[in-house]
Each structure stands twice: as C-alpha cells, then as structure tokens.
C-alpha cells in the first residue's frame, strides 16, 4: 500500500496555496546546497520550546537524507514530514504530514517545503528559489501571504551571512 503524506485535494472551506521566494546569494552553489542542507542550519539557535528534529531513515541515514522524519514544532506550530526527493546541489523536497499546522489545524495546514538551486546572474552568485504550499483557510489566505511574507524575508541574508568564509575556497 502506498499512501501519501497529505491529501491531494485541499479539504471544504480550504485553498491549496504556493508561496513562493526567490534570492540571489552572493555565494557559490556547492557552499548554498551545503548550508541549506546542514541540520545544524535549523537546529541551532532555535529558541525554546522551539524544536527542529531529524529521526533516521530506514537507511540509517539521518540529516538531509531521503526518507528522514523532520519536525518543527513549537507553541501553535507542528511541521511534521518526510524528506522526498533530493537532488544535489539542485533540489530539496520535505513533504509535510497530514495533521501538520501553523496557529491552528483550523487555519494553515503546510503540505510541502521545495528549495531550487541554480546558478545565479553574476559569477559566484546562486539563485535560491522556496517553494511552501499550504492549505489555507479561504477567509485567512491574506493573513498567511503578509506571515510568510515576514518569516521569510531574511532568509536568503541569513544564509549569506551563515555561509563560513572558509566554504568559499
């Protein structure tokens, strides 16, 4: 049996809803890819009772692996997946849970977090593209978009900032 982490369709009242983002980092790709997929990217810093897990695959693999349980929890948020396919240096899928949620399962219900990498305009430079879908309570989609409008702003600084000196050789 194979069974999908979230439904296909958005359930009664709701909208299926893809933020998108996009960042030119002043970085090369191979330094962006490692960033974004270092656990201790997400992991450390976090403010209590905050949380960002990874659980090992069947693999026994762990981190930005392919089949590893991810969650993001915290007061009026659980991100609860899978990572699904990931493509090096090019491509990263988290597929979030049926029962995932921000603020209440009532209102914003995440399905899945995409990261694209590609080159950027200027040599050195990546272009970084997210990609979250969510289901969004018809009523509240404008609350969502001006939310992750805020959440994500900085990003893309802070990946350019995190970025040791040291990767850039």
Known sequence: ???????????????RHEYQRRWEIGRARSAVWQWLCD?????????????VEFLTNAAGETGFAEGVYNAHVGPFMSFSGVLGEIEPERYRDL???YGSYAISHALFRPTRLQFWLEDGN???TTMMQLQLTADVRRRAERVWVKSMDLFWRRFG??????IPNSWLR
């Open 1 to 15: 049996m194979s069974v999908a982490p979230f439904p296909p369709a958005p359930p009664a009242g709701f909208v």
């Open 157 to 162: 600084r802070w990946c350019e900032r995190d």
């Open 95 to 97: 597929q979030y849970f």
């Open 39 to 51: 656990p201790s990217t997400f992991t450390d810093g976090q403010i209590p009772p905050f949380r």
């Open 122 to 124: 200027a040599r050195g």
